[in-house]
């Protein structure tokens, strides 16, 4: 699937002489957004040849995952589960409120039943529980994910630096395996803690040309400040490209602030990709009371 790159003007990158750009793959799909669309693209494959009925998957109430996946499976005639981190509150917020829309069960479990996601007495309990499902994990990472992951570039981004926001893992290390040997990729956690990140990588790519920047999680998962939010909203409004604040806002925020501090040599050309990720700012917006751009 070809997506176009968008040329970023600003005065800025002309004084530095760098090419900015940012790749809409948000545009994919208004539900299934951005690198969702890849993640899921082979796991909803291998559950039709697996032949069940039913996806499973984890995440947090304000989820990305959460929202896509269930819209996914509804599309393709699939029940879907997710298991929430947390506990139940009421009314319930905009991405679980689209989910359960979507046909989506919802189970809550406790944080400290959360962690124990990865282990396989978690898991058959939850099959001795719910029946047969295919299962996804949080934030839609795996092998398959990673094969989709893989066909975000295409042979027109040619770019010197490749620049992407990073959740899991799954998404940055498809684009390194897809990116050419000449050319940078640049991961921008938006987690504070970032030791798991590079070992996950590194099981999902044996290719050495990319770089974690950590100076711009602003304080960890979800978390904001007015400095970003302001961020967000100018560029909005200036290249009518709305940012959420959890992933590309950060990543935006960062590549202009290295640009402004010459991280890239003169004559660069850098690309952004666009993750998607838009629904989270309306949970933002409840939170917060702003008045950020969302696509729920």
Not at 12 to 35: T, V
Request: hydrophobic share 35%; charged share 20%.
């Amino acid at each position: 699937m070809f997506i176009k790159s968008h040329e970023i003007s600003h005065p800025l990158f002309l004084e530095k002489e760098i090419q900015l750009s940012i790749k809409r793959i948000d545009l994919i799909h208004p539900y299934i957004s951005g690198n969702k669309f890849y993640k899921l693209k082979y796991n909803i494959l291998e559950a039709l040849k697996q032949n069940t009925n039913t996806i499973l998957t984890f995440g947090g109430a304000y989820s990305n995952h959460i929202s896509a996946t269930a819209f996914a499976a509804q599309q393709k005639g699939f029940k879907s589960i997710g298991i929430i981190r947390g506990e139940e509150t009421f009314p319930l917020n905009h991405t679980l409120t689209f989910s359960k829309d979507c046909g989506m069960e919802i189970y809550y479990i406790s944080r400290k039943e959360y962690r124990k996601k990865h282990t396989d007495s978690f898991i058959k309990s939850l099959q001795k529980k719910l029946g047969r499902f295919y299962q996804i994990p949080e934030g839609g990472t795996n092998k398959f994910a990673i094969q989709g992951t893989s066909e975000i570039l295409d042979v027109k981004d040619t770019q010197n630096y490749i620049c992407s926001a990073i959740g899991t893992g799954g998404t940055i290390s498809g684009i390194i395996n897809s990116s050419s040997d000449n050319q940078k990729v640049l991961g921008f956690p938006a987690i504070k803690g970032y030791e798991n990140l590079e070992k996950d990588i590194k099981k999902w790519s044996n290719k050495q040309n990319w770089k974690l920047i950590t100076d711009y999680h602003f304080g960890g998962y979800a978390k904001i400040s007015e400095e970003l939010i302001q961020f967000v909203k100018d560029f909005y409004h200036t290249h009518n490209i709305p940012l959420d604040a959890v992933y590309t806002g950060k990543m935006l925020f960062g590549i202009i602030d290295l640009i402004k501090k010459d991280f890239f040599p003169k004559g660069s050309s850098v690309l952004a990709i666009h993750t998607g990720g838009l629904q989270g700012n309306q949970g933002l917006n409840e939170r917060y009371n702003l008045d950020l751009p969302h696509n729920l």
